[in-house]
């Protein structure tokens, strides 16, 4: 079955750039989408469509792929940030979907 | 737009289960949905996506052969049948509109969740 590989977790300093990556052998033919997601929540889309920001996302969220790596980009993070990030996309196929194993975004 | 899910709740293994998803404030008919899930403390673990119109559906191999989804398109609802239960189902589960028909797309908008509990 198809995985997306994510580190368990990122640690920044409020005002640093964080970087969230998720690999996988589909990423350069599927799309990737980005969800946060804070205790208690529902998860909400921060990026689509690999580098696609949503209206309502603040800006410092961006996206980019390059071969099986995507990567999610918070430039100068926030205290408010701090939550976990999942990855998403498709399996070659398209007959299966799959989410990364989620990042913990620790913004301190 | 809002999603609403209900129907979880406690059954024991080998039972069965109907989740339920209302949606409104978007044109139910011209996306595909999918349902994920989380089990306390873990990751998200997507469960199945139907098509618009057609009805063309896809499973994770964990569910295959046990839940079954379907959708009113007349009554804005999309549906999941939870059939076989075993304790490793147990999860929150969400209700979430792809944006687009195609279902190769993500997902744009999320319902709060529906608490399934297996045990005996």
């Known amino acids: 079955s198809y995985h997306l590989t994510q580190a368990p977790s990122v640690s920044v300093s409020p005002g640093q750039t964080a970087r969230i990556t998720c690999s996988g052998d589909?990423?350069?033919?599927?799309?990737v989408y980005w969800y946060q997601q804070k205790s208690g929540q529902a998860p909400v889309l921060v990026i689509y469509?690999?580098?696609k920001r949503p209206s309502g996302i603040p800006e410092r969220f961006s996206g980019s792929s390059s071969g099986t790596m995507a990567t999610l980009t918070i430039s100068g993070a926030q205290v408010e940030d701090e939550g976990d990030f999942f990855c998403?996309?498709?399996?070659?196929?398209?007959?299966?979907?799959?989410f990364g194993g989620g990042t913990k975004l620790t913004v301190l | 737009v809002q999603l609403l899910e209900s129907g979880g709740g406690l059954v024991q293994p080998g039972g069965s289960l109907r989740l339920t998803c209302v949606a409104s404030?978007?044109?139910?008919?011209?996306?595909?949905m999918t349902w994920v899930r989380q089990a306390p403390g873990k990751g998200l673990d997507w469960v199945s996506t139907?098509?618009?119109?057609?009805?063309?559906?896809y499973y994770a191999d964990s569910v295959k052969g046990r839940f079954i989804i379907s959708r009113d398109n007349s009554r804005n609802t999309l549906s999941l049948e939870l059939n076989s239960l075993r304790v490793e189902d147990t999860a929150t589960y969400y209700c979430?509109?792809?944006?687009?028909?195609?279902?190769?797309?993500?997902?744009?908008?999320w319902g709060q969740g529906t608490t399934v509990t297996v045990s005996s």
């Open positions: 404030g978007f044109s139910f008919r011209h996306y595909a």
């Open positions: 589909a990423v350069p033919k599927k799309h």
């Open positions: 998403y996309s498709a399996d070659r196929s398209g007959n299966q979907r799959v």
């Open positions: 469509e690999d580098s």
């Open positions: 139907i098509s618009d119109r057609v009805g063309i559906s």
């Open positions: 979430a509109k792809v944006r687009s028909q195609d279902t190769d797309y993500g997902m744009d908008v």
